[in-house]
């Protein structure tokens, strides 16, 4: 008889494709969907159901960890597999929070990217970055080599695609960076994103069928406008001219997570301004990231809709971590804050207007004198729809996020 220890995977596996049940009942949603439609697919009313799910999920996987395990639910679904070369598309089941049903290429081909040159963004040659994430099909897209990518315009990508850069060192550097703009289910995992300019003013291929004038963009590491199910994993961010992530313009079912955030000021944007009410739909995950050396503020920056802050570790800041206004539920639970030596600056939060919203802190450990300020109700209710996955002790912050950033896999070992 097969012993726990060897069915545990397929008891997570099945936790997994009973939450996604629960959560939507088909991606094959078209990329040419309009705003509304694209917004209200994956919209979550009753998040609730999924974090009763997701915790007995892990209640069950914490029971007896391999040796490799961490306790951090994501990592424990891939990277203990030696074989992950062969199995890469395991990582599109292992999403959690509000962007776990991205889908990115799992139901597509393998795309190599050969090339890292970006001579041409109105005509790019096969094998390079931009012909692959333009491309209308599902496609997952690899790296045959180490590669640093500079490109000369934004880089604007079409729905259903992965960026997956395990196996190789892959940096997009020193020019335009990455637009996600009115698309669905996008994958980023395992890449270094630094030094992002602001490009634009002439055109841009977007589809294998269509190019357009682009004005000036801001400069921002990830860009997402009016897009949703989307999930960036284990990259490594800095050094852009605006922000790290943006997520601006009814953007929502947005995870965030197991990331690395480093030397910047304006670090992450959720909601597009206070006047634009459309964001009051946005649900964000932000989970088992490292917020770290030489950042200033924005770890986010909120606006209007649902944020569930959950498990990160906050080792810098100079003037705060969490910021908002236009009424944004901001939920943040089993952080870890360890507050700067600057005596004025030890508050977590920034409470940007009057109009504060629902601001709550629950099992967060604060170091250093580190204070959060809440504000509005403390009624659990009024949170069910910032609530996206069940929070792990603030005391493990440590260890579920010390893989946090591009991961080094190589081929016949785990990650």
Known sequence: MASRQALQPLFLLLAVFFIKLV???SIRTPSNMTKAENSDKYHVEKPELVVQMVERSLNNSKRKLSSCETGNPIDDCWRCDPNWVNNRKRLADCAIGFGKNAIGGKNGRFYIVTDPNDDDPVNPRPGTLRHAVIQTEPLWIIFQ?????QLKEELIMNSYKTIDGRGANVHIANGACITIQYVTNIIIHGVHIHDCKPAGNTNVRSSPTHYGFRTK??????????????????????????????AIMGSTAITISNSFFTHHDKVMLLGHSDAYTEDVKMQVTVAFNHFGEGLVQRMPRCRHGYFHVVNNDYTHWEMYAIGGSANPTINSQGNRFLAPDYRFHKEVTKHQDSTEGNWRSVGDLMLNGAFFTPSGTKESSSYAKASSMAARPSSIVGSITASSGVLTCRKGSSC
């Open 217 to 246: 963009s801001d400069g921002d590491g990830i860009s997402i406008f009016g897009s949703s199910a989307i999930w960036v994993d284990h990259c490594s961010l800095s050094s852009c001219a605006d922000g790290l992530i943006d």
């Open 145 to 149: 080599k180490d590669m640093v990518i």
């Open 23 to 25: 959560m939507v009942e």
